[in-house]
């Protein structure tokens, strides 16, 4: 009997490890993930739509990443991602946005924070969570 729990008894710790592992990727902080949302309009050529297909922890610290499609007329839809990265000053400080592996730059990043993601415009802009 015992040799036949042994392999259960061995696997309970990496099962209990990945249990744990998999509710911190649920505890995604949604004004955070409000804030991603926002930007990714910005990250469409214009012409373009988008659709939020998931939202998770990025892969950095203190970062939100959101899959999303963008399809533009003409063209098959592409799969893209944007992982947005805040500062320790503030819960929802963007600090920096990295699209499909692309860091924006920081005047752009500037702009955005400065002049947009505040603003109605992208309050009406924001896609659905997904």
């Given amino acids: 009997m015992r040799r036949a729990l042994a392999p259960v008894a061995a696997a309970l710790p990496a099962a209990c490890a990945l249990a744990l592992l998999g509710a911190c990727a649920i505890d995604l902080d949604p004004e955070r993930a409000r804030v991603c949302r926002r930007v990714l309009p910005t990250l469409v050529e214009p012409g ?60 752009s990043l500037y702009l955005l924070k400065r002049y ?12 659905g969570a997904g």
């Avoid at 922890?57 to 063209?75: F, H, K, L, N």
């Avoid at 839809?77 to 699209?99: I, N, Q, Y």
């Fill in 48 to 107: 373009g739509s988008l659709r939020v297909l998931r939202a998770g922890p990025g892969e950095s610290p203190r970062s939100v990443r959101v899959d999303y499609t963008e399809e533009r007329p003409g063209r098959p839809p592409r799969t893209r991602r944007a992982e947005c990265r805040f500062s320790e000053m503030s819960r929802t400080d963007l600090s920096g946005v990295v699209s499909d592996g692309v860091p924006v730059g920081g005047a």
């Fill in 116 to 127: 947009y993601l505040d603003t109605p415009d992208a309050v009406v802009a924001e896609p």
